[in-house]
């Protein structure tokens, strides 16, 4: 089982604070064309979520001002959000007062070590939050808290494909200096915490369109490269080169 935090894991979770509080105080997500092509992927989780999250207590892992919170909070009995940035919470929290929200809540709270007692969430949820941590605590920490029978899913970066990886070398103001975009060895990891894990790829040739946004056409050509992609996708070790991912875990391995 994960051990004790070190000096190391505090500074990066101080190094984590940071650039996160930093981001939501300037209110800067990044720009909404370069990631277009992601859509398809992202509208995939929310529909994803949005059924399991039907009259259940839903914790939104990583919730940034309240990500998705106000969207599930309509279906879900209650929704519950942790972030360790304290701007993105006070955020989270005035917005649930302007949105009426009674059934949500948000707590600053390191994604790491979760301090809700065991078997409180029917669904873990989380968008671009689990390559900024340590894998085995925040999968250990989340099966943990899952209800028997409870399923979490995410939306994250892979770290195979060497294009986007070069844009990411290029790009450096945009992300944290400890973030880790997900590789094969991340999906054998969540193996020994999830009886079941499946990892969903999105994203490969349909890259290619994103310097393309402002072109008549657009959507056309992004749905055509996309169906490229669901192809290429079917074969063997293919996924692992797609920008985006969902993945899919349930059945906790309860520690003996």
């Known amino acids: ?84 940035s304290e701007v993105a919470i006070e955020k989270a929290r005035r917005r649930s007062v302007e949105r009426n929200a009674p059934n949500t809540e948000f707590h600053v709270m390191d994604a790491e070590n979760l301090t809700f007692p065991d078997a409180t969430f029917d669904l873990v949820c989380g968008r671009a939050i689990l390559h900024h941590l340590n894998l085995a605590r925040a999968f250990q920490t ?24 070069l844009y990411r070398r290029f790009t450096p103001s945009k992300r944290t200096v400890d973030e880790h975009p997900l590789l094969d060895r991340d999906i054998d990891l969540a193996r020994q915490y ?42 063997p070790g293919a996924y692992r080169y797609g920008w985006t991912s969902i993945w899919i875990m349930q059945y906790p391995k309860r520690p003996q």
């Not at 490969?204 to 749905?223: D, Q, T």
């Open 194 to 235: 999830f009886d079941r894990v499946e990892v969903k790829p999105f994203v490969l040739f349909s890259l290619f369109a994103a310097p393309l946004h402002k072109v008549p056409g657009y959507r056309l050509l992004v749905g055509a490269l996309e169906a490229v992609d669901r192809a290429v996708f079917r074969i």
């Open 142 to 165: 989340i099966g943990r808290v899952l209800k028997p029978g409870g399923i979490a899913i995410f939306h994250e970066p892979l770290g195979h494909n060497p294009m986007v990886n």
């Open 1 to 84: 089982m994960p051990g004790a935090k070190s000096t190391t894991d505090t500074e990066r979770l101080q190094r984590e604070k940071a650039f996160h509080n930093d981001v939501f105080k300037r209110d800067d997500r990044g720009s909404v064309a370069a990631y277009s092509v992601i859509d398809t992927s992202s509208r995939e989780y929310k529909s994803l979520i949005l059924p399991r999250a039907q009259g259940k207590s839903v914790l939104e892992y990583g919730c940034g001002p309240g990500t998705y919170s106000f969207q599930l909070a309509p279906v879900a009995g209650h929704v519950t959000g942790i972030d360790l």
